[in-house]
């Protein structure tokens, strides 16, 4: 079963900190990564597509992949409490160039 | 404005009765997808199509069922088989041959009981 995994969570900021989200994945055919926000109620916004290694910056996010660690990671820089939502991580499954596998979510919190 | 409409935003039905979910896209997106997200579970994929008379079942398909008649549209049935079909339905589009992005529209939380 291929997986992705998040920190569990929930994570709490205060405004103006670094907000760290962390996935892991298990399928190491796995080529693209995608974080969404999702506030309360709502269905999934797309915020950040990463494809190969390295960071990823646009604006105040910036996504990491490290494809020999199986790890991707967004860092918001000057959390704001409109980013509190919960956030996404999601991996293109090996072998398929669309058929995606969600993590289950992490909660944040920025609080002013 | 382009972009993906999912209809009705709430449903309620009564346990046994079928119950079909809308979902149209003017995104000329190839590929249409249905997933369900329950409270601390994630989201799962039911359904997914890539092109129009052809689609394939996801990891939960079991109680539902699609189709594909026109590119835009990607109706979900919701059957009296599916055994907890209270949940938020989430429809997705994306471009097949680029990068796996994919857009949500924006869900309809069904309620059965």
């Known amino acids: 079963q291929k997986e992705v995994e998040q920190n569990s969570g929930p994570l709490s900021v205060p405004e103006g900190a670094i907000a760290s989200l962390n996935c892991t994945y298990s399928d190491r055919g796995s080529q693209s990564f995608f974080w969404y926000r999702q506030y309360s109620g709502k269905s999934p916004e797309l915020i950040m597509s990463i494809y190969s290694n390295g960071d990823k910056e646009d604006g105040r996010f910036t996504a990491q992949l490290n494809k020999a660690s199986q790890y991707v990671s967004l860092l918001i820089r000057d959390s704001q409490p409109s980013d509190s939502a919960t956030y996404l991580c999601?991996?293109?499954?090996?072998?398929?160039?669309?058929?995606?596998?969600f993590g289950k979510g992490t909660l944040l919190t920025v609080n002013p | 404005d382009g972009g993906i409409t999912q209809s009705p935003k709430y449903l309620f039905r009564k346990e046994g009765q079928n119950v079909t979910l809308s979902c149209e896209q003017n995104?000329?997106?190839?590929?249409m997808y249905w997933y369900r997200q329950d409270p601390g579970q994630g989201l799962r994929l039911i359904y997914y199509?890539?092109?129009?008379?052809?689609?394939q079942k996801g990891d939960i398909a079991e109680g539902y069922s699609v189709s594909r008649e026109k590119k835009e549209s990607f109706p979900l049935t919701v059957t009296s088989a599916q055994k907890n079909p209270t949940a938020f339905y989430l429809c997705?589009?994306?471009?097949?041959?680029?990068?796996?992005?994919?857009?949500f529209g924006p869900g309809t939380r069904l309620t059965v009981t």
């Open positions: 199509s890539q092109i129009v008379n052809d689609f």
């Open positions: 995104l000329n997106h190839d590929a």
């Open positions: 997705a589009s994306s471009i097949v041959l680029e990068g796996g992005e994919q857009y």
């Open positions: 999601a991996g293109v499954s090996g072998g398929s160039n669309y058929k995606l596998t």
